[in-house]
Structure formats: structure tokens, C-alpha cells
């Protein structure tokens, strides 16, 4: 009865729909809209649900590419890059975009270079930088870019590399 009399006392000073969202906060003791913490907490945890519902979709999407992709190259295959390189050759812009596959001589091999990824970048990504300094690359610059890969990561991994391949070069 006390609420109804504090809406009597108000409701002149407003009018139209705001006097009903006022009524309807005055009316609810704890001032939450909804009504019941029980329909918060509720609207919280879906929040949530959906949250790591998606953020499993994405790691599922991830994993199954990366399935499909070991099936498509092979198991003793390492994937390297993108390798994105970004130059201006006699002021013009160049860029370009390298994915290399190292093919192991066993699937131990490839599982030994594929812990040491960072240096295997840190090998080829400097030798694509080189391929696309002169410009668009020629097929001398991608056998010189494939042969300098090979003899390098030779030395680094000995008896470990059986062939490096340029996967897509765009």
C-alpha cells in the first residue's frame, strides 16, 4: 500500500509511457528490472554458454583445417608460413605471399623440425625476403630461393631434409 502511495504522489509530475517505467521501478523493491536474480544469473550464464560456444567452434574449425591440410600434403610434410614480404623495388611497392612445405625424410624427422619451427623460420623467411628484392620473382630467383633453403636447412637438421617445395606464391 505504501508504494502505491508514493506512485500516486508522482505520477502527475509524469506523463505517457515514462510514468509507467517509473511505477515499475518503484514497485520492485531490489530496483533490478527483470524482476528475479534467479532470471539474471540465467541470462548471465547463457551470455557465457555462448561465449565459449564460440570460442569452441573456433578452435574446432582450426583443428579440423589442419587435419584436412596433413591429409592433403602428407604426414612427413612441414608447412611453413605465409611468409608475407613487403618491399619497394626502384620505388615501386612489392608484395608478396610465400607458403614453402619442407618434406622429411621420416615422420620423426618432421616431428623433430616442427619443434624447431621458429628457426626454420627464421631461415627461410629471410631467403623469400631475398627472392622478391629484384621485384616479382623469376624462375631463376624460386630455384635459387628452393636450393638456398634446401643447403641451409641441410646444415641446420643434417639427414632430416629430403626436399623443400613452394606451395603457393602469389
Known sequence: MGCFHRLQRIGPLLRGASALAV?????MPDGTVSGSPALAAEAESTKDRKEQEKVQEKKDKEFNREIQFRRVIGPKVLALGPYSVSLFVQGQPVEG???VAVQAKSVS???????QKWAINGIIYPLA???FESGRPTPNAIRDFKGSAYELLSKRYPGMVDEVFIESLI
Do not use: G, P
Open 23 to 27: 511505477a515499475t521501478l518503484l514497485l
Open 97 to 99: 605471399r610465400v607458403r
Open 109 to 115: 624427422d618432421k616431428t623433430t623440425m616442427d619443434a
Open 129 to 131: 625476403v631475398r627472392m
